[in-house]
């Protein structure tokens, strides 16, 4: 069973940054092409941005030229570095696969309001 424990959220004010990560179970991203994901209340939830190795990056439209996907295959970690947020961008925050789908991990709230 693979876990996904994401972490980093928190209250910001419009134009702020903030660095979530993604613990996952040992050897995940190796194998898998991840991806972060939002869900904001009353929406479904939607793709934020992916990654399937270096140079290999998606990005939404929503958050192309803020956001920065990575990871760190060592620490089994998937990172979301996002800037310049936007109250559009409140959500909870989670990572799973790009193309395979494990159990959902917590997710964490980030909230953009001033």
């Known amino acids: 069973q693979v876990q996904l424990v994401e972490s980093g959220g928190g209250l910001v004010q419009p134009g702020g940054s903030l660095s979530l990560s993604c613990k996952t179970s040992q050897g995940v991203i190796t194998l898998y092409k991840m991806a972060w994901y939002r869900q904001a209340p009353g929406k479904q939830r939607e793709l934020v941005a992916s990654i399937n190795g270096p140079f290999a990056e998606y990005y939404a439209d929503s958050v192309k030229g803020r956001a920065t996907i990575s990871r760190d295959v060592a620490k089994d970690t998937v990172y979301l570095q996002m800037n310049n947020l936007k109250p559009e961008d409140t959500a909870v925050y989670y990572c799973?696969?790009?193309?395979?789908?494990?159990?959902w991990g917590p997710g964490t709230q980030v909230t953009v309001s001033s």
């Open positions: 799973n696969g790009a193309l395979t789908l494990w159990p």
